[in-house]
């Protein structure tokens, strides 16, 4: 089983940035799509960006796009969400995943059905 850390959470004040990393031991990366999800307090959790395997072509949650950036550095077998004009409402525990292509593209949902990792927390509060 694929174990994922995730990491670079942090408190910020709003309009503020983080970088948050996504790195897994023993896994491969960049032969994967990759996303970013995330939960709040009572809330459900939801896709925000992911990245896809092959030509990194990249797909947003309307409610980040524009602020957040997901890129891969393979050298380093890390995933990255850079996250700008970070807003109250993006507080939440942050993970990552290996997520569904269609078609070559990333989707984001889930690949696996396992416990998540312990993610990241981001805090967004002045």
């Known amino acids: 089983q694929v174990q994922f850390v995730e990491s670079g959470g942090g408190l910020v004040q709003p309009g503020g940035s983080l970088r948050l990393s996504c790195t897994a031991s023993g896994f491969t990366l960049d032969y994967h799509a990759i996303g970013w999800f995330r939960q709040a307090p009572g809330k459900e959790r939801e896709g925000v960006s992911c990245?896809?395997?092959?030509?990194?072509?990249?797909v947003y949650a309307d409610s980040v796009k524009g602020r957040f950036t997901i890129s891969r550095d393979n050298a380093e077998n890390t995933v990255y969400l850079q996250m700008n004009s970070l807003k109250p409402e993006d507080t939440a525990v942050y993970y990552c995943?290996?997520?569904?292509?269609?078609?070559?593209?990333?989707?984001?949902?889930?690949?696996?059905?396992?416990?998540w990792g312990q993610g990241t927390q981001v805090t967004v509060s002045s």
């Open positions: 990245v896809s395997a092959g030509d990194d072509s990249t």
């Open positions: 995943e290996v997520v569904i292509s269609v078609q070559a593209v990333c989707t984001l949902t889930r690949w696996h059905d396992t416990p």
